[in-house]
């Protein structure tokens, strides 16, 4: 049996700012049950902090570090560096360049040290993502995304629908999947 609710994903941030979003990565962790913890580091503010965290990681039984900056947004890129973990980073928007900053920072890594890179303020995806990577060696997690991704499709269908302003007939095939 997976024992998924363990400390699996380390959610690493710039500053406290950058929590309204990175809280996005933490809901996506916890709808399928994934054990997380957040962290502020700081490539720059704290060169140490972030060194020490990013070796320690592996050992600590992490599998993926989802780190998210705004403006000069060399976090995720210098943690990948020191670990051989994957690392998702997260572009936060931050002013005055809104993201565009971050963006280039975070996906201009250099070949031999990848990063992956979501969108400006993706840290919902970068959740998902952290738990695909994880699902390839955990059949739990992999039945939790099939039925997330029917979830999405059943949405799309119902939007459709409503679109077409046929309740009733909305109402009359959502019976018949049920049954
Ligand atoms: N930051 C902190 N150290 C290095 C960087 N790039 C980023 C944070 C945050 C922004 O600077 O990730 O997005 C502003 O931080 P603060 O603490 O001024 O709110």
């Known amino acids: 049996?997976?024992?998924?609710?363990?400390?699996?994903?380390?959610?690493?941030?710039?500053?406290?700012?950058?929590?309204?979003?990175?809280?996005k990565c933490a809901e996506a962790l916890e709808h399928f049950g994934v054990g997380y913890e957040f962290v502020i580091s700081s490539a720059h503010r704290h060169p140490e902090k972030t060194a020490r965290y990013a070796r320690?990681?592996?050992?600590?039984?992490?599998k993926v570090i989802v780190a998210g900056a705004g403006g000069a947004a060399h976090l995720p890129g210098v943690i990948a560096s020191m670990t051989m973990l994957p690392v998702i980073g997260v572009p936060i928007a931050i002013e005055?360049?809104?993201?565009?900053?971050?963006?280039?920072?975070?996906?201009?890594?250099?070949?031999?040290i990848p990063v992956a890179t979501v969108a400006v303020n993706g840290?919902?995806?970068?959740?998902?993502?952290?738990?695909?990577?994880?699902?390839?060696?955990?059949?739990?997690?992999?039945?939790?995304?099939?039925?997330?991704?029917?979830s999405l499709a059943a949405k799309v269908e119902e939007k459709d629908?409503?679109?077409?302003?046929?309740?009733a007939q909305c109402r009359?095939?959502?019976e018949g999947d049920q049954k």
């Open 161 to 167: 629908c409503r679109l077409r302003e046929d309740e």
């Open 172 to 174: 009359r095939s959502d």
């Open 123 to 150: 840290a919902y995806n970068a959740g998902l993502l952290a738990v695909q990577i994880m699902a390839l060696e955990d059949d739990n997690l992999r039945n939790k995304l099939n039925s997330y991704r029917q």
């Open 56 to 62: 320690g990681a592996a050992d600590a039984g992490l």
């Open 96 to 112: 005055p360049l809104q993201g565009v900053d971050s963006l280039y920072s975070i996906v201009q890594m250099p070949q031999g």
């Open 1 to 23: 049996m997976s024992d998924d609710s363990k400390l699996k994903v380390g959610i690493v941030m710039g500053s406290d700012s950058d929590l309204p979003i990175m809280r």
